[in-house]
């Protein structure tokens, strides 16, 4: 249940076990976490990580997003997990097991 009229935004998990939008925010109504509110910006990322954290996706097939190299919220949709390479690059892969390998010089 989501209450109308709580100013606080509350992040809430196990809405969707197993699929996307297992984390959602309540503001009065849910809000999912990829997608903006408006006048608020997104849940993920710099307001304090409340449904994961911002980052590109490493691949193709990665939970809600729509292609690889696009930046959003990982960890709120199933097949989501955040990677982080020795040299601290962080991605949004769709395995647990994937590793991170940098190629830069």
Same mark, same amino acid.
């Given at each position: 249940?989501c209450?109308?009229g ?6 809430v998990?196990?809405?969707?076990? %197993? /699929?996307? *939008?297992?984390?959602? =925010?309540?503001v009065? @109504?849910?809000?999912?976490c ?5 006048g608020? +910006?997104?849940?993920?990322? %710099? /307001?304090? *990580?409340?449904?994961? =954290?911002?980052?590109? @996706? ?10 690889? +190299?696009?930046?959003?919220?990982? /960890?709120? *949709? ?28």
């Amino acid at each position: 249940m989501c209450i109308r009229g709580y100013s606080e935004a509350i992040p809430v998990s196990g809405l969707n076990p %197993g /699929g996307n *939008d297992n984390t959602a =925010v309540c503001v009065g @109504s849910w809000v999912d976490c990829d997608y903006p509110w408006p006048g608020h +910006g997104y849940y993920c990322g %710099g /307001g304090g *990580d409340l449904c994961g =954290v911002t980052v590109v @996706s490493g691949e193709s097939n990665v939970g809600e997003y729509e292609f690889s +190299g696009q930046l959003a919220c990982c /960890g709120d *949709d199933v097949n989501e997990f955040i990677k982080q390479g020795r040299d601290g690059t962080k991605a949004c892969c769709n395995s647990n097991s994937d590793v991170l390998f940098y190629f830069g010089v």
